[in-house]
């Protein structure tokens, strides 16, 4: 069965900070990883990388793949409140998508 | 372009009683997903849909939970009898298979057994 943990479960941090969210995955046939933001709502992509070690940004937000060790990350720099939201990651297999539990981030004033 | 649009956003229902959901997905999208996202948890697939056909099932609890696509368009997705742990919100999302592995997500109905 596919497998997709994030680390850590929740975070509280101060506006400016830089956050690093960790997603590892076991799945058959990997195909994609996907991130996306959940706010009181349906999720909101953000990123998909194929490829390891090609950094994908947008804004303050940046993503790489590791497809030897298996894991991805997200980085949020210069935090801001508007960047509370749990951020799940999924990954294609077989061309199932499965998701991780999320991270829940809380960015303080 | 319209998003996926899904309804009601909202139900309430006792235990042991019928619900029905519907979705309706972005023109075009042959793949149709039907999740289930408990508090606190990821969205878990229920079903997938490719057209009027169905992809993946192998998560749905088929002695109480049933998903239709009859024209291959939008979709149903039903609880007879609702249990407890059903509260939960169910997301419908669709995708193009020929461009990406993106999936767009409708506002999903938040579904509180009692």
């Known amino acids: 069965e596919d497998k997709v943990v994030q680390s850590p479960l929740s975070l509280v941090v101060h506006e400016g900070d830089t956050v690093t969210l960790n997603c590892s995955y076991e799945?058959?046939?990997?195909?994609?990883l996907l991130w996306y933001k959940q706010e009181k709502k349906a999720p909101t992509f953000l990123f998909m990388l194929t490829s390891s070690g090609i950094e994908k940004k947008s804004g303050r937000l940046s993503s790489i793949l590791d497809k030897k060790e298996l894991f991805s990350i997200l980085n949020i720099t210069a935090t801001q409140t508007g960047d509370s939201a749990i951020y799940l990651c999924a990954v294609v297999g077989d061309y199932k998508l499965s998701f991780g539990a999320g991270t829940t981030v809380t960015v303080r004033a | 372009e319209a998003g996926v649009a899904q309804s009601p956003r909202y139900k309430i229902i006792e235990k042991r009683q019928s619900v029905a959901f519907w979705c309706n997905p972005i023109?075009?999208?042959?793949?149709l997903y039907w999740y289930q996202q408990i508090l606190g948890q990821g969205p878990k697939l229920l079903i997938q849909?490719?057209?009027?056909?169905?992809?993946?099932d192998s998560q749905l609890p088929k002695d109480r939970f049933s998903a239709e696509r009859l024209k291959g368009v939008d979709s149903t997705l039903k609880i007879q009898p609702a249990k407890l742990e059903d509260s939960a919100v169910y997301l419908c999302?669709?995708?193009?298979?020929?461009?990406?592995?993106?999936?767009?997500f409708g506002p999903g109905t938040r579904l509180t057994v009692t």
């Open positions: 849909f490719q057209n009027n056909g169905v992809v993946d």
């Open positions: 023109s075009g999208h042959a793949t």
């Open positions: 999302a669709s995708r193009n298979p020929g461009t990406s592995y993106e999936q767009y």
């Open positions: 799945v058959t046939n990997f195909r994609s």
